[in-house]
C-alpha cells in the first residue's frame, strides 16, 4: 500500500485550460449570444403574461367576452400562453442549433472534453 499523493499539476493546468477559455474572445461571444436571446425573450414573455394577469384582474368585461360558444377572450389569452411557451422554446432550440452549439462544441474541442466535435440535431423545420 502506498501513501503516495496524486500530484496536483493536471488539475492545475485544467483550471488554467478554462480560465483561459473563460477570459477569450470566443466565449466571450457565446455569453453575448446566449444573452441577446434569453433576456430580451424572458421580458417579452414576462411582459405577455403580465398582461393576461392584468387584464384578468382589472379588464373581466374585456376578459369575459364570448368568442365562440362558451370560449372567452380569457381562455384564448389563457391557451396562447401556453401556445408562446412552445413557441419560444423552438425557437431557442433553432437560435442555440445555429449560433451558440457550434461555439460551444469548439470551445469544448479546444479545452480537450471530447476528442471530436460531432453535433447532430437532426432535421430542421
Not at 455569453?31 to 425573450?41: E, K
Not at 403574461?49 to 365562440?68: E, N, P, Q
Not at 442555440?96 to 470551445?107: F, T
Request: aromatic share 12%; proline share 4%; glycine share 8%.
Amino acid at each position: 500500500m502506498s501513501t503516495d499523493t496524486p500530484s496536483s499539476a493536471p488539475a492545475e493546468s485544467a483550471a488554467e485550460r478554462y480560465l483561459a477559455v473563460q477570459r477569450s474572445a470566443e466565449f466571450a461571444g457565446l455569453r453575448r449570444a446566449l444573452r441577446g436571446f434569453v433576456f430580451p425573450m424572458t421580458v417579452a414573455f414576462f411582459l405577455w403574461y403580465a398582461l393576461y394577469v392584468i387584464l384578468s384582474a382589472y379588464a373581466r368585461d374585456l376578459m369575459g367576452t364570448k368568442i365562440v360558444g362558451n370560449i372567452n377572450v380569457a381562455l384564448v389569452f389563457g391557451l396562447l400562453q401556453f401556445a408562446s411557451t412552445f413557441l419560444i422554446a423552438w425557437l431557442y432550440s433553432r437560435y442555440a442549433a445555429r449560433r451558440i452549439d457550434p461555439v460551444a462544441d469548439r470551445i469544448r474541442a479546444e479545452i480537450g472534453e471530447i476528442g471530436e466535435v460531432t453535433h447532430d440535431h437532426g432535421p430542421r423545420g
